[in-house]
Each structure stands twice: as C-alpha cells, then as structure tokens.
C-alpha cells in the first residue's frame, strides 16, 4: 500500500477512551495546516560537508506549532533510521541547525544513539551544548566537541533541540517548525513530568519533519553514493495493471548525480528498468512508479529494484531494496464499501463522528453501506447495544468512540483497522474526502468475491430468513487461503432515542442504520473455498415486536480471517428488508429506469409519501444523493 497520512484536521482526541493527552497545538492566528515556504535546497557548506537530517533544503513552516497549554523546559526530536546515517559514517559532526517560527530562551542541541526504536533507547548524548541565543530562522551552532559517526551497535541517530515552551497564545508560543518534505520521520518529545520524562510521539509526525539537520565533513566523501531506501508498494496487484510502488532516491555525494538506472525485477527476473528520472541530491526524491507484471503468475512474489548504473557506469553487485506482493489475474467489481461505526448514546463526541460519516456518505452515495454499532464507552445505558456488537467491538480492536473501520482496511499501515471519527465539523468534509481517498479509492485489495442477499420476511411471524449466495473468484484461495469469513447484520433506521451531543442532551436524537442483531458469528462464520467456486448460506432472525421491517436492511459482507489487521472485507452488499427485488426498483416494476427516477423526485418534493427503499444512501432522507444514485444504477455505475 502506498503510505499517505491523514490530515491531523484538528483531530481530535474527542473520544471517550484516549490513550493519551493531545499536547500539540497550532498556532491559531495560522492556517490549519503548516505551510512550507519553499527555498533552494541547501548549498554544500565545503567541498566535504553535507547536510544530513530528515530534509535538507532551508524550507522553515510559517506556521509554528507549541505546547501552549503547558510551560517548561522541553525537547524535541527526530529520529534518522540507520539506512541514513550510513552513508555518512566516518564523518565528522561539525554542527547542528535548527529552524524556528519564533526566538526561544534555555536552548541546547544535542544528538543521540538509538539503540532501540520499539521501545525507544537512547544512550549517553554523543553532542550536547547550549545555545546562547535564537532568532525566528535557521540557528547554527558549531560544535565545540564535533564527533566522529559511527554505526556500531546502534538503530539510528537522535538529532534535536531543547526550548523553553511558553504556555498562551502569542507567536511566541508556537516556535517549532515542521515541514512536509521527505519522508516523514518519527519524531518524539521529552515535556518533563507531562510525558513522565520519557520520550513520546505526541503526533508531530502528521505535520510532517521537524527542522533540524545536521553538518557532516568528511574528506571521503564520494560524489555519488545512490542510496535507495522507504520501497513501500501495493499488497496486492493485479497482472494486467502492474505493481504501483513508492521508494525515495537520494545521492549521498558532494555532486549531483544525473545518470543513473535501476531494474525492477519480480522473482529475481528483470521486469523493467527505471531511466535517470530526476537528479539526485542528498535531499532525494520520492519516485512513484509501476513494475510490469508480465507472465507473472497470481500468488505471492518478490518484488526488488537494484541499482544498474551510477553515472554511466555499471554497478557491480548493486544494492537492492525488496518488497513482497501478491498478484491476482482477475475480480469482481467493489459492490459496496463498508463502514462500521462504534458509537453511543453516552458518548458526547459521538455525533461528531456521525455528522463526518453523513459527509462521507454524501460523496459516496450508494456505493456505501454503514453500519452503526453501539458499545457501552464511555458507560452503560444506551438501549441500542447488543451483545454480539460488544463483541465484535473487542474482535476489530475498539477501545474509543466515536471509532470506525473503513473496509476492515489498514490505510495507513499503523498497525490498527480502527480510526478514530470526532472531527469538528467544520472539518468534517475535508476528512470525509481523506478518507473516501485512502480507503476506498486507493483500496487495492481485490474483491475476489461477490456477495447477494435474499430476504424473506413473513410478517405473521416476524420471521426474517436471509439467504446469502455468492461466486468465488479463480484465485481466491491463492491469494487468501482456503476459507473465508460471512459476516451479517441486520439494522434499523429512524429511531428515536436520548443523545449526549458535546455536553448536551437531546432527547429526540434520530439514529440511523443502528445494528440489530447479528446472524452470523460476531467474527465471521468460517466458509470453505477449498475447490469451489460458489458458496451459500442461510439465517433466521425473528424481529422483536418493536422493531418496523420497513425501516431495516440486511448487509452481508465476506472477508478475512487473518490474525491482527488482516480482516479485510472483500465485497458487501445491502438491500432493504422488504425488497427482495432489485436496488433502485423504487416501483416495484422489477427493473430501473426513468419512472424509478420520478418516482424519488416526487417524494423529495413532497408530491408523494416517501417510502424506506427511496432512501438509498441510508441518510434517513430522501433527497437528491437519491435521485443520482437511481441514476447512477439505471446508467451500471
């Protein structure tokens, strides 16, 4: 998957559990997101200096960022992995320079050894001094002590800088620059007794990388050192379309290199060869390309770039970066992607999340189902929790709300399918939109599945039966092994029920898509696929007496079974409880077309009685998202 990171929007910690405090502001009198104001990158400072730091051009944020809620003594930091500090072993440490968006007092430098990064170990400073005073800009300090680098029994190299946070809301307050530009390194900060004394991520990295470089001579330097490192590409790729991938370029050498080629091999077989597509500096650059797939056959391979020639000449035994893939021939289209809300009626940032999935479903229309699952957090008492649903909470890793998983999808690769969903709502579209990006449309994960959806409701006995049917694609059980998961909820619109919202309560809150009851297994029940290429199955529910079929759907999802994230939903469908026709036959008349159109445009007017089936985007309104997504449907959009 190609690393993104979601915008920090404000974001948050607006939930009923957090793990930790949300210490980092922004200036408010500043834009919400850093900017950069871009600059030449950096000159060599002599003939055998380089730069070496999370970006090396003179790039400074006009927007600062501060703890200015709290004061005292701290520390920032970044960490450079080993795979950057290598190139500059042997050399000489002369300096440091840090970038600042407003003067600060008690400054020092100083560099450590990581030993470890999980947990994070430092170990004696290999520079530490004190800086006598600063200015809003780059501040240079010559190193009274400069060390010599070494990258023995260490993980990386810690470069930072302490401060003397003032707590308020002056500029001054708001000193520490950020910009977006390299990868994005972990940084940490040391607040005293705020973080225990210990080093913390604190979510600086969502701003991007901290300001601060430093000053390297060695007379060994050579003048071109092609260095590739960060390779992240697609988990999955399909043959025909190729393997998308990102890795960063950089040249460790005093000159520019121009000339230079890489081959993309699968399995050890040269795929194709990347050609000189930017010159290269030690600032690097981040090459997006895609590896042709021909002949490859589907299953897991070895994806590798390897350097072919530096400056024209061949590589002998050329470094590599590699990757792992897996490749598929053929699927089935995305039916519906799949949001599963945690939420609850003692939750005051709740709505919030809600109000953001309103967004998301706007931009998405019917193309998305939600499913709207109440937990007991922060307390007991909302009438709409079910066992099954506290459950399967615990099974997708909730501990929050408002929280939610997109497809069962880690986006990010951090390691969790849960997000995190109270943004105000001012912000609520521009998270709407990152999210409709990163996890449905840049989604690579094949839907080698179709799912359908039979209801059959027998209202004397308020008997539900659900049959749920589906093709399996060839290479299914290549690609996700010999059994899949059949998860399938039941769930109800406009009901009416006492909210908390940001400390108030509402008593006529309206709730929609709320999950009912859970046929299947919270987990999944467990399908074979093994030599097959359809599955089936059956479920009886009986609605309780106070439930209304006509405002209820079934949703039906097929996905993973795997260990930690690896539960991602393959396909999903929805349909209303009682339409067991097609989705968009607003007539009932068996197909759809113009007079299924009408048909929504003359109950948004208010001509006729709206009816369940016209609310397809399940907003609880029948509007124009409606109309569109008739259409879309009648067009086989």
Known sequence: MMKKFLLSLVMVAMCATVASAQLLQRNAAQPLTPRSMKAPVAKVLGPNQLYMGPYVSDALSDNGLGLA?????????????????EPFSGGVV??????????????????????????????EPLAQQDVASTEAGWNQVELTNPFTISTDGIVGLMLGYQYRQIKGSTTNCYPISVVKEGNILASYTNAGSLTNNQWQDIGLSEYGNLSIQAIVENENFPPYNLVMSNLVNYTYAKVSDGLAFTVNLSNYGIAT????????????EVMGTIDSPQALTVAGVNYQGICPL????????????????VAGEEVTDGATVSGTFMAYTTAFPRQKNLVEQFTSTTCTWCPL?????????NLCGDKMVWAAVHVNIPSTGDPFVISKGSQLANYLGCSSAPSGAFNRFDAEMTGTIIQSLGYYEEYAQMAAEMIKELYFDNNPTPALASVNIEPTYDESTRKLAIKVTGQLGEDYATIYGSTMGLTVYVTEDSLVARQINQCTYVNDYLHNNVVRAIPSAFSGDVISVTGKTEFEKDYTVTLNATWKPENMHVIALVHRLGAGTAKEVINCEQVPLLSAGVIGDINGDGVVDIADVNAVINMMLGKVEAVPAADLNGDGSVDIADVNAVINIMLGK
């Open 69 to 85: 809620g709290y004061q005292g003594v701290f520390q920032m930091g970044t960490v450079l992995p080993l795979e950057m500090v």
């Open 94 to 123: 002369k300096a440091i320079r840090f970038g600042l968006c407003a003067p600060i007092s008690d400054g020092a430098v100083f560099i450590y050894p990581v030993t470890s990064l999980s947990p994070l170990t430092l170990g």
């Open 257 to 268: 290199l121009e000339n230079y080629t890489i081959d993309m091999l699968v399995d050890d």
């Open 294 to 309: 021909n002949s490859v056959t589907s299953g897991e391979h070895t994806f590798t770039l390897r350097i072919k020639t």
């Open 353 to 361: 999340g809600t109000n953001m999935l309103k967004a998301l479903q």
